[in-house]
């Protein structure tokens, strides 16, 4: 049974940090490319970062580009997202993604990220 589970998510203040966590079974993760998205209240999902299966090429949406860094352990079928310098519009339910085709894709249930004073 294919399993992605995100944790990591909390309140936190503007300015501040959160590491999200992201933990595969089920499925050959190594092989897959793996994606982070994010959904706000009242918007699309839309797309935050990707990372190769090797790790090799990591890629960025401009308006995170610098404050997020996505990384993996491969050994742990682990993928992450180091969030820092938060801004309030970085409230969203964040959601990870494992890829290697349109139709071999899987999704984790998310996990709410709020940015608040």
């Known amino acids: 049974q294919v399993q992605l589970v995100e944790s990591g998510g909390g309140l936190v203040q503007p300015g501040g940090s959160l590491r999200l966590s992201c933990a595969a079974s089920?499925?050959?993760?190594?092989?897959?490319?793996m994606r982070w998205y994010r959904q706000a209240p009242g918007k699309e999902r839309e797309w935050v970062a990707g990372i190769t299966s090797t790790g090799s090429f990591r890629n960025y949406a401009n308006s995170v580009k610098d404050r997020f860094t996505i990384s993996r352990d491969n050994a742990k079928n682990t993928v992450y997202l180091q969030m820092n310098r938060l801004k309030v519009e970085d409230t969203a339910v964040y959601y990870c993604n494992a890829y290697r085709t349109a139709d071999d894709t899987y999704w984790g249930q998310g996990t709410q990220v709020t940015v608040s004073s």
């Open positions: 089920g499925f050959i993760f190594s092989s897959y490319g």
